[in-house]
């Protein structure tokens, strides 16, 4: 697939984490068994307003060559943060943090570091 393709993919995925964190994070964790106080809500929601923002930014640079610097390291930085966040969801999961629905969030971190690994590194 091309890298449009993906940025694509990329938005929808950090728009419907983004949201659903943003404007339920209560309701939205409880899907993955956890139960949020009302600091846990807050900071929820800051990384919920973040990972909209990211979802915007895969979007707007959807046509942006692989040869731009800009959009290397947008790849890059998001290689770091989902290669940096695959351990802490996965501890949380096998500890019992999250429920089995926290499965979800691995698979979806080990994707992403794959694909936004694969294309950080690729040659333009």
Do not use: C, E
């Not at 929808?12 to 983004?18: E, K, M, P, Q």
């Not at 209560?26 to 993955?32: D, E, I, L, N, P």
């Not at 698979?107 to 333009?124: M, N």
């Amino acid at each position: 697939m091309k890298l449009s393709a993906f940025s694509v993919i990329w938005a929808i995925i950090y728009l419907g984490f983004g949201l659903g964190l943003l404007l339920i994070p209560a309701a939205f964790m409880t899907t993955y068994g956890v139960t949020l106080n009302a600091s846990g809500a807050f900071m929820t929601r800051i990384l919920g307003s973040a990972l909209f923002a990211y979802s915007l930014i895969f979007y707007w640079n959807r046509n942006t060559p692989l040869s731009d610097k800009t959009q290397r390291n947008i790849l890059l930085a998001n290689f770091i943060y989902n290669l940096a966040d695959t351990p802490v969801v996965l501890t949380a999961t096998l500890n019992g943090v999250m429920s089995s629905m926290g499965w979800i969030p691995v698979g979806l971190h080990v994707f992403l570091t794959l694909t936004f690994g694969y294309f950080a590194f690729k040659k333009a």
